[in-house]
């Protein structure tokens, strides 16, 4: 009898395991596509001498499979946990600020990063109160909230993908994206 239920058990759980994971979506042909369009200039490289253009974010390089462009604005490091801005973050942040009051018609998109330990979700909470702490300290160095954006990417695109403390410190950190430069009016 024990051997029976035993028997069952396994059965439906095998059945639930089938159910919840699903089978692979049927395969099917998809016509041929055409050649790819020549290169186009970049709005970086189109962009007039002297002011910088928008670069992409870190998804959309990601979804390009290219590394984020350079940018004139430097990332800013975090602890393991932590959200507090260390010393050298915050003259990063000055030097950043620097370049921002020289480029007024820029707006800066603050991404927040994370390593992959810990939740999803905690990690991006985590990330936003990174990008927070960036963007907070830009403002009481002159500013405007208003060319200040925040998102959290969380732990979902690291720069590094090894596992130790090293790569781990690298993915900790707060990126700044153009994300637009108006013409100053």
């Not at 035993?6 to 055409?34: D, H, Q």
């Not at 781990?168 to 430069?181: C, E, T």
Request: hydrophobic residues 35%; charged residues 25%.
């Amino acid at each position: 009898m024990v051997d029976r239920l035993r028997v069952s058990l396994y059965g439906m759980m095998f059945f639930a395991f089938l159910a919840l994971t699903g089978c692979p979506p049927p395969a099917t042909t998809k016509p041929e596509a055409p050649p790819p369009a020549p290169p186009q200039p970049t709005a970086r490289e189109s962009a007039p001498a002297g002011r910088a253009a928008p670069s992409p974010s870190s998804l959309e390089a990601a979804r390009r499979g290219t590394t984020p462009a350079p940018s004139p604005l430097n990332d800013i490091y975090f602890d393991f946990d932590k959200y507090d801005l260390k010393t050298e973050a915050r003259g990063t942040l000055k030097a950043n600020a620097g370049w921002l009051k020289a480029n007024p018609a820029a707006r800066v998109e603050i991404e927040g990063h994370c390593d992959e330990r810990g939740t999803n979700e905690y990690n991006l909470a985590l990330g936003a109160k990174r990008a927070q702490a960036a963007k907070d300290y830009l403002v009481t160095l002159g500013i405007s909230k208003e060319r200040l954006s925040t998102i959290s990417y969380g732990e979902e695109l690291p720069v590094c993908k090894e596992q130790n403390e090293g790569c781990w410190q690298k993915n900790r950190r707060a990126r700044f994206v153009i994300v637009s430069a108006k013409p100053a009016s």
